[in-house]
Nanobody
Framework: QVRLVESGGGLVQAGGSLTLSCAAS????????MGWFRQAPGKEREFVAA????????YRADSVEGRFTISRDNAKNTGFLQMNSLQPEDTAVYYC?????????????????WGQGTQVTVSS
């Protein structure tokens, strides 16, 4: 069982940056794909970015391409989401998730382990 805890959310002005962290409770986090999802009020949870277990392959949703970067440090059992050029439409609760698969899942149902979420609010 892997427990995930997100941190780093907060309030930022449009154009600003935030870095989210996802701390895992187990070293086995290092052999799992990791993803970030977000859910805005009244909307469904949507895929943001994902990275494979080793960190050498990743991809992002079109809506965040060129602005968000996903990374991980397996030695510290931690994943990251660097968010630049934030816009009001990025406002949401952001969740990290982990999956025991060799590919990089974009579908939320492929992920088994989830954090509790961290709020990101971007003011205009």
């Amino acid at each position: 069982q892997v427990r995930l805890v997100e941190s780093g959310g907060g309030l930022v002005q449009a154009g600003g940056s935030l870095t989210l962290s996802c701390a895992a409770s187990e070293r086995t986090f290092g052999d799992k794909a990791m993803g970030w999802f977000r859910q805005a009020p009244g909307k469904e949870r949507e895929f943001v970015a994902a990275i494979n277990w080793s960190g050498d392959r990743s991809y992002r949703a079109d809506s965040v391409e060129g602005r968000f970067t996903i990374s991980r440090d397996n030695a510290k059992n931690t994943g990251f989401l660097q968010m630049n050029s934030l816009q009001p439409e990025d406002t949401a609760v952001y969740y990290c998730a982990a999956a025991s698969v060799s590919y990089i899942p974009a579908a939320s149902q492929d992920y088994v382990y989830w954090g509790q979420g961290t709020q990101v609010t971007v003011s205009s």
